[in-house]
Nanobody, 129 residues
Framework: QVQLAESGGGLVQAGGSLRLSCAAS??????????IAWFRQAPGKERDFVAA????????AYADSVKGRFTISRTNAKNTVYLLMNTLKPEDTAVYYC????????????????????WGQGTQVTVSS
């Protein structure tokens, strides 16, 4: 129904920060009621879960590899989700995707990729040493 668009990717030195955005390109009516997650995929590797946020914006989940460094949040309108990435490492280099939960009104966001339906096109994040 809606399309998601990621932005904010780029090249940053190790130890630096970057903030990614995920926004509904047409309508946020469905997205605003859905949990949103960030996944990433490096060349030649599988797509991995990064972080997720429930529809209310209060409950979050993080992969162990990014806990304490990344923060996921969403606007009051809930149609835009952010991923603040601090203390970036070269191993964080990947294409980052945002995705909307297939179900609505999930307070606790799922972490499995098959739970998500609509996906964005991805934004490249490159961390240099």
């Amino acid at each position: 129904q809606v399309q998601l668009a990621e932005s904010g990717g780029g090249l940053v030195q190790a130890g630096g920060s970057l903030r990614l955005s995920c926004a509904a390109s047409v309508s946020g009516r469905t997205v605003s009621s859905s949990a949103i997650a960030w996944f990433r995929q490096a060349p030649g590797k599988e797509r991995d879960f990064v972080a997720a946020i429930g529809w209310s914006g209060r409950n979050t989940a993080y992969a162990d590899s990014v806990k304490g460094r990344f923060t996921i949040s969403r606007t009051n309108a809930k149609n835009t989700v952010y991923l603040l990435m601090n203390t970036l490492k070269p191993e964080d280099t990947a294409v980052y995707y945002c995705a909307a939960d297939k179900a609505l009104f999930r307070t606790i966001p799922p972490m499995a990729d098959y739970e998500y339906g609509t996906w964005g096109q991805g934004t490249q994040v490159t961390v240099s040493s």
